[in-house]
């Protein structure tokens, strides 16, 4: 069974850092564009991040931009989000999620359509 499993998630203070990995198993998504989204409950799901097959190339929204960094490491079939600065309207439900990079609208970490695949997500909370 093919799954995505995100962990990291935690409660922080405003101005603290996390780090979120999402590991495939079953699975590998070598050749797939990667993203990141977050939803609060009630509210639009909204993508904060994405990264390109090779990890050469990163989208980000701008209400993440400068403050997080998503990366990948293709030994450990892994993709992480580097969250520094933290705010509390960073707080979410964070997922990742994998797709062919086609399916992604272009230049954006907006994907056109539903994912292959979505992990379980990881909460994240930011107090004042």
């Known amino acids: 069974q093919v799954q995505l499993v995100e962990s990291g998630g935690g409660s922080v203070q405003a101005g603290g850092s996390l780090r979120l990995a999402c590991v495939a198993s079953a699975y590998t998504f070598s050749t797939d564009c990667v993203g990141w989204f977050r939803q609060v409950s009630g509210k639009e799901r909204e993508g904060v991040a994405r990264?390109?097959?090779?990890?050469?190339?990163?989208y980000y929204s701008n209400s993440v931009k400068g403050r997080f960094t998503i990366s990948r490491d293709h030994a450990k079939n892994t993709v992480y989000l580097q969250m520094n600065s933290l705010k509390p309207e960073d707080t979410a439900m964070y997922y990742c999620?994998?797709?062919?990079?086609?399916?992604?609208?272009?230049?954006?970490?907006?994907?056109?359509?539903?994912?292959?695949?979505w992990g379980q997500g990881t909460q994240v909370t930011v107090s004042s």
């Open positions: 990264i390109s097959p090779g990890g050469g190339t990163t």
């Open positions: 999620a994998a797709a062919p990079c086609f399916r992604w609208r272009d230049f954006s970490t907006i994907l056109r359509d539903e994912p292959d695949y």
